[in-house]
Every structure is written in C-alpha cells, then in structure tokens.
C-alpha cells in the first residue's frame, strides 16, 4: 500500500468537465493488445494516449516477476537529483504537513503554469524514487510540481498525537485549498501511488461537484482495503508487510513522547512494536480516526466505493500482477459507467514498478509518458475552454475577488 523503506477553494477557471474532454476531431486509436484499457470515457481519452498503440513489454527477467520487478524498482530504480523547498503547512487540527516545490520555480514559471501535486505511498515521500522521476518529467514539461507529504513522511513534522490515514480527507482538503490560494490563476491536478491514490479518489468523491482539481491520475491504487489486507498477510507478501510496519514503527518512534499519555482504546506498545500494518493501525490508526475495529476502518476507507462519485478526468493505472493492490479490487464496472473514469491495467508492473519501456530499467517507469499524455491533454483542452466565456475580463475580476476570500 505503499513505499518500500530506503469550505473549499473557490475557482471560476476550473473548467467545465464536458467542456474539457472534448475530443471530436482526434480519431479513435485502438489501444494494444497486451494492455487492457476500459472506462465510461474510453473513446473520450484513448486517441490522446499515443504510447498505448505499442505492446507492453516488460523488461527481460526483473519485469517477468511481479515480486522481483516490486524489490527492483524499490531499491534499485535511479533517484534523480533535484533540489527542493520545503513550505510546512499547520493544519486546523494544529497537525502540520510538508509541502515539497522544486527550488526556484516560485520565480522561474508564470503564474498561469498548471500546478500537480504528487501523493506518495504509505509511508512515502519526495525521496522516493518514483515521485522524483514523476516530479522531473511533468516539470521538463513546464508544469510547477510539489510532493504533498502526509504527517511524519518524508520527515514532515508530527505535531500532534494523530499521523494520517486513508480514511482522512482534512489534510488533502487544505493542501488543495493552499496551493490553489497561492497560484489562482493555475488548473490543479494530482498523482497519487498506492494508499496516497486511495486517498486521492476518496477525495475525488468526497467533493465530487465542487471539486477544485482539473484531473487526476490513480495508480496502483489498492482500491478494497479489505481484499488488500486479506493479501498482503500471505506467501511473499508478508516480508512487504513487515517492511511497511518497521518504517510506520520508525516514524512512530521519532514522535513517541506525543503519544506517552493517550489512554482508551489506544494500545501504545501494539503500535510501537508492530510486527504488521494491521497490528499498526489496530494499535494506533483505527482508534485516531474513531473506528471500532481494523476491518471497520478498512471497510470504510476503501476508495472503491468512491469511484461513481467521481466527476472530473481520472486515469486510473494498474498492474494486473500486483501483489500489494490485487486486480480484483479493481471496481471495474463502475469505472466502465462512469463517463469521466478511464482504466489501464497492465500485464505486469509488480507494485510502483512498471520496468519497462524505453527508460527501462533503471530509468522513469512504464507509466510516467502516459501519465504525462493524459495531464498535457487536459491542460491543453481547459486553457481552449477560456473564450466560451462572454466576458473574460468581467470573470477574472469576479475569480480574483473571489479568491481573496479565506476558507
């Protein structure tokens, strides 16, 4: 579900979805047969994502295996260098958050550049390799990229006894809220891998008509918390299991003295010590967020159930192999109802893997140039829905009053 260790904003530019989307003049490409590729806005997004007329070939060996192809791509998968700037962000629950912009953009890029923000895995953060290979290739193409690290990843300040989790929506509702303040005149989007992707979708449908993202991307999203779990305790997964509980147990350990007198339901030592995720949010996570158990808080933190309240783009990628996010969780019908929701699911790809293709092995994964392809696509198509307002000017004024607002 994650990383292996190493009121709303107001935005009258946020265009209109079927507005957006709009692809009548683009002819319909039929996507390889290797990769399965299905969604209520299928004939909407395919002709933009060219790369996927090609066959998904894994790399010799590392990709023939979904836990080789996982391990390989945690550990040996290059880590671009960049430096980045750090903005923490305190929260209305005195919680605070790390916000991750590359150095120096704030005055290289104009303000209107597109805006896309990165969510990492359980546990994950900029330094992750994967996210720094996203953040590099959407920047080369002039977007402003900043990697949203959840309380206590990516050594983001803990400062209060509650980290974060997948059921919680605050803090991604402020961080939307704060990068939209800060660049009004920008489309918002967002990436997010793993549990970060499960968030991103609850999110997604959680605000769902006043949504302020422009489009999302989804990937190895483990979608059925309770499948995933039920998984991640078997064969091979178990080392995943305990690696994941040894960097939930290290982050816990850093901030333990906030959590020397928590009293009723928590169990302190539990949490401390766990030698499983589910040990960690039985101790820990599930009494934070008020749940009567782990089954109650995986149930009920599933962004499968989120995917038909979906209303703006969304790519969602898979691996049919992933031994951490099982295809079978995957809500694939009501992806296929949702004119807005569009599904790629690979052959291979591992977890956070997808060794293959041009970059491969030790360069960008499979899915960053599709990713890209489907932003760009995006981006081009809201800044073409400008002119249908009358007024253009008589609208900036309004947004820009509008977004002096506090919220």
Not at 118 to 133: A, F, I, K, N, Q
Not at 189 to 216: D, F, K, M, Q, T
Not at 246 to 264: T, V, Y
């Amino acid at each position: 579900m994650g990383s292996m260790p190493a009121p709303q904003h107001l935005r009258l530019i946020r265009p209109i979805t079927s507005v957006h989307v709009s692809t009548k003049a683009m002819p319909y490409n039929h996507p390889h047969p290797s990769l399965e590729v299905t969604g209520g806005a299928l004939h909407t997004f395919l002709p933009a994502l060219k790369t996927l007329s090609r066959p998904y070939s894994p790399f010799p060996v590392i990709g023939w295996n979904c836990h080789v192809e996982t391990i390989f791509a945690a550990f040996f998968r290059s880590l671009p260098d960049v430096k980045l700037k750090r903005e923490c962000i305190r929260t209305k629950d005195d919680g605070s958050v790390a916000l991750d912009w590359i150095s120096g953009d704030h005055q290289l890029l104009p303000p209107d550049s597109p805006v896309l923000i990165l969510m990492p895995g359980l546990t994950g953060g900029s330094e992750d390799s994967y996210v720094r290979h996203m953040l590099l290739r959407a920047r080369s193409k002039g977007w402003r990229v900043v990697v949203f690290n959840s309380r206590g990843c990516g050594d983001s300040p803990v400062t209060t006894p509650q980290f974060y989790s997948a059921s919680f929506l605050g803090d991604m509702q402020e961080v939307v809220a704060h990068v939209g303040s800060k660049y009004p005149k920008a489309h918002l989007y967002a990436v997010g891998w793993s549990l970060g992707a499960n968030i991103l979708i609850r999110y997604l449908g959680h605000e769902s008509h006043s949504c302020p993202l422009s489009g999302a991307v989804s990937l190895c999203n483990p979608f059925n918390l309770v499948i995933a779990d039920q998984d991640f305790r078997k064969g091979f997964n178990i080392v995943y299991d305990k690696a994941l509980a040894s960097a939930l147990c290290r982050i816990f350990k850093k901030h333990a003295l906030l959590f020397e007198d928590m009293g009723g339901e928590f169990n302190i030592p539990l949490a401390a010590n766990a030698k499983s995720v589910r040990q960690f949010d039985d101790g820990l996570t599930r009494v934070s967020f008020g749940f009567k158990s782990v089954d109650d808080y995986y149930s009920n933190s599933s962004s499968s159930d989120s995917i038909k309240h979906v209303r703006i783009p969304l790519l969602c990628i898979q691996a049919q192999n992933d031994p951490i996010a099982p295809s079978r969780g995957i809500p694939c019908e009501d992806i296929k109802a949702n004119p807005n929701c569009l599904l790629i699911l690979t052959p291979k790809g591992g977890h956070l893997g997808w060794v293959a293709g041009p970059e491969a092995p030790f360069g960008s994964p499979w899915t960053d140039p599709v990713v890209m392809d489907f932003l760009e696509h995006l981006e081009r198509a809201s800044s073409n829905a400008f002119p249908c307002f009358s007024d253009l000017k008589d609208v900036q004024q309004i947004s820009e009053g509008l977004n002096s607002l506090e919220v």
